[in-house]
């Protein structure tokens, strides 16, 4: 390896038992970091247990803190999302990694997703409202 390269590997088994084993060679930056960050909450996530906590600053990250602020009681889609996010941000987000993070928010039970023929959509969990915005109406 030349001088000025990085190597790190990672190791990660879900709770399925799934094993993952990542390899990164190069200059290794900060962006970089925060993209292995996002692989990594998508890989290790569980529907079975209600954990939000994400890496501060990762795109998984800031969706989940906008959601709640453009749509506390209303259905959204992905395209929605990544227009509610990038006014936020000022920084892109493509529609499928968009996609992808809402269907994990689902699995983890942080949105409920409803489709209606070829459109799916998403809208906060009712506890989630509740704790984000005491003194809304009701959801039904």
Do not use: C, W
């Not at 009681?73 to 992905?78: A, C, K, N, Q, V």
């Not at 070829?118 to 959801?139: A, C, D, F, K, T």
């Amino acid at each position: 390896m030349r001088a000025g390269r990085r190597r790190v590997r990672l190791e990660m088994t879900n709770e399925e038992g799934d094993k993952i084993i990542l390899i990164m060679e190069g200059r290794i930056d900060r962006e970089k970091l925060m993209q292995v960050a996002d692989f990594l909450e998508l890989y290790g996530g569980s529907g079975r247990e209600q954990r939000h906590e994400y890496a501060e600053n990762s795109k998984l990250a800031k969706l989940a803190r906008i959601l709640p602020k453009y749509f506390p009681l209303s259905y959204f889609t992905s395209r929605d999302a990544v227009e509610a996010y990038i006014a936020e941000y000022r920084e892109p987000l493509s529609l499928s990694t968009a996609s992808t993070y809402l269907a994990r928010l689902a699995e983890r039970g942080y949105l409920e997703k409803v489709s209606v023929g070829n459109m799916i959509r998403y809208r906060l969990v009712r506890e989630q409202v509740e704790e984000r915005h005491p003194g809304l109406p009701h959801m039904e």
